[in-house]
């Protein structure tokens, strides 16, 4: 299990110097490190470290949380310091208050290529695309969504938000720590990548003529989801077969994660994938 906790009792201690101001730390270069805030996904974090991309540096947990996050931290090789304050100490490590009280640092290495994710996947598979996703809720949600269907992988373009924001991997509940991605190269070079792996590319779009319902899913199919307000860029809604969500008239569009979660929903229930 992880190390004995040590208590903090000065915030400018500088064992826990990568956890102050984190807001404004999340918004920055973070060369290979991310914020894992929460029981849940420290939980995620304890389960993932040194099997693949991620390990946990350090961990610092508000002192009246530490007996209900015993059996998580035990999770963690020994190697791993525990820090304990109390709230007052947390509160101004942090910046604000820390209401949840319990925050991992974790170190990543470095995004794999679209093109080798897209080697590794099976003859059968799911993957979300994300182009010019630029909300970090979204972010997290659509990793939720993916890891709920079945998905394979997502894949983001550069131009994408980090998923390893502190928000994102929150609202994700853990599942990026979880679900395989890569976030570099330009959508049109992912999205032909996948088209020249025998993936059936599929957008999604408000303005496409078919119905989601009536697609019938190829054994490789990606689905395509564009950032809020502006949707995908023409160029790729004109190369690929767009689809739209049915709904009721008055509403241009649905938040792209919830589109997301329908979207692959329907295409997890059509492949076999759930039910």
Not at 23 to 35: S, W
Not at 248 to 264: E, K
């Amino acid at each position: 299990m992880a190390a004995e906790p040590v208590a903090i009792l000065d915030p400018e201690d500088e064992r826990i110097a990568p956890f102050r101001a984190i807001r404004e730390k999340d918004l920055v270069g973070r060369r290979g490190l991310f914020i894992a805030e929460g029981t849940v996904v420290l939980r995620v974090l304890s389960q993932a470290h040194g099997k693949g991309r991620f390990v946990a540096d350090r961990i610092l947990v508000l002192e009246n949380r530490l007996a209900g996050v015993a059996d998580v931290l035990a999770g963690f090789p020994d190697d791993i310091p525990v820090y304990v304050c109390g709230s007052a100490v947390m509160n101004a490590i942090a910046g604000f208050d820390m209401h949840r009280g319990v925050l991992a640092l974790g170190r990543v290495s470095e995004s794999p290529s679209p093109a080798g994710m897209i080697a590794t996947l099976p003859d059968n598979a799911l993957v979300a695309v994300a182009v010019g996703l630029s909300n970090h809720d979204n972010a997290g949600g659509i990793f939720r969504n993916a890891t709920a269907f079945g998905a394979d992988a997502v894949l983001l373009d550069e131009t994408s938000c980090d998923p390893l924001y502190r928000k994102a991997l929150r609202v994700s509940v853990g599942s990026v720590l979880k679900m395989p991605w890569s976030r570099r190269g330009s959508g049109a070079e992912i999205l032909t990548a996948l088209d020249a792996a025998g993936f059936q590319v599929v957008t999604l779009s408000p303005a496409g003529e078919d119905a989601l319902h009536t697609l019938r899913p190829d054994r490789r199919t990606a689905l395509v989801l564009g950032t809020e307000g502006e949707g995908l860029p023409l160029d790729i809604l004109k190369a690929f077969r767009p689809v739209r969500i049915p709904q009721s008239p008055g509403l241009d569009s649905l938040n792209v994660a919830t589109a997301a979660g329908i979207a692959l929903y329907q295409l997890a229930l059509s492949t076999g994938r759930i039910g």
